[in-house]
Nanobody, 115 residues
């Protein structure tokens, strides 16, 4: 089992920045992915960004150039730096950890961008 605890989120004006972090604990396998999904009201959950244990990254097109994902393997922690936030980034952001075909989820944190 893997447990995830998220930090960050909140209310910010359009054009502002926020940083999310997510710490994993438990039975962590060395090869894994960590990342973030988000879900806005009335919309499906979508992948925002992910990073492998080796450092390979992937972003949804809508956040490329604005968001940056990174991780500290020693701390089993993933970060999402969100810059130039837009109203359409408003959503609940969920951290996830994937290993050996299983997904584990954080509790979710609200990000609200006011225009």
């Amino acid at each position: 089992q893997v447990q995830l605890v998220e930090f960050g989120g909140g209310l910010v004006q359009a054009g502002g920045s926020l940083r999310l972090s997510c710490a994993a604990s438990g039975s962590i396998f060395s090869m894994n992915y960590m990342g973030w999904y988000r879900q806005a009201p009335g919309k499906q959950r979508e992948l925002v960004a992910r990073i492998s244990s080796g450092g390979s990254t992937l972003y949804v097109d809508s956040v490329k150039g604005r968001f940056s994902i990174s991780r500290d393997n020693a701390k089993s922690t993933v970060y999402l730096q969100m810059n130039n936030l837009k109203a359409e980034d408003t959503a609940v952001y969920y951290c996830y950890h994937a290993q050996k075909g299983e997904y584990y989820w954080g509790q979710g944190t609200q990000v609200t961008v006011s225009s």
